[in-house]
């Protein structure tokens, strides 16, 4: 099943970007007062999928739960949060690359690619599947998104600025500035991040 499931993502990496379908996702509300649209924060999303059939689940609640962790942090789920930065809302998004391993910058690499790649189809869910809560808050569309890289890795420790939410749901990334999320100067992102076919292909050797 590893192996199934590595070449899966080995797939994700190098195909093109997965296209948002609305037949495909599931809403799911959780807790009190989450049809409450008068507020903005505390609102959390957690968007999980199914690798074979391509459905998407995306959880909106107050809080995030332990089990909404460890979907995050044992598959790839992806969870994001409205915080008030300076007096002014952003969206903060959470990708969990890798824990402590002997090929760490391999996978953590691996995963920042695929990741990046498919934010704008999470974004696009959490508009649509809260279509309401943003028809009641249409200056959010301009809050600024911030992407949370998680790795035990210095390297790929790191925290980038998507730009307004309406350019980045579509892929448009302009020149996001990033920053690592580690105080030591190791921490900080590389130039170049490399390739991902030459990654794809490293991990495959690695297969071997």
Not at 98 to 120: M, T
Not at 137 to 159: G, Q, W
Request: charged share 20%.
């Amino acid at each position: 099943m590893l192996l199934i499931y590595s070449y899966i993502q080995a797939a994700r990496l190098l195909g093109p970007p997965a296209k948002f379908d609305a037949s495909k996702l599931k809403v799911v509300p959780m807790g009190e007062e989450i049809d409450n649209y008068s507020g903005i924060s505390p609102r959390v999303y957690t968007l999980s999928h199914c690798d074979f059939t391509a459905n998407l689940t995306l959880t909106i609640s107050n809080i995030i739960s332990l089990d909404q962790l460890k979907g995050w942090y044992n598959k790839d789920d992806v969870v994001a949060e409205w915080k008030e930065v300076k007096g002014e809302k952003c969206l903060h998004v959470h990708c969990y690359l890798s824990g402590p391993s002997l090929f760490l910058d391999l996978a953590a690499e691996f995963r920042y690619h695929i990741f990046s790649k498919e934010l704008p189809l999470v974004l696009k869910a959490v508009l649509h599947g809260d279509s309401v809560f943003f028809r009641e808050h249409p200056e959010l569309m301009d809050a600024i998104v911030r992407v949370y890289f998680h790795s035990s890795s210095t390297k790929y420790n790191c925290m980038e600025c998507w730009g307004p939410l309406k350019d980045a749901a579509q892929g448009r990334q302009g020149d996001h500035t990033h920053g690592s999320l580690t105080a030591s100067k190791e921490g900080s992102r590389p130039q170049n991040w490399g390739n991902p076919k030459s990654i794809f292909q490293a991990f495959f050797t690695f297969l071997l």
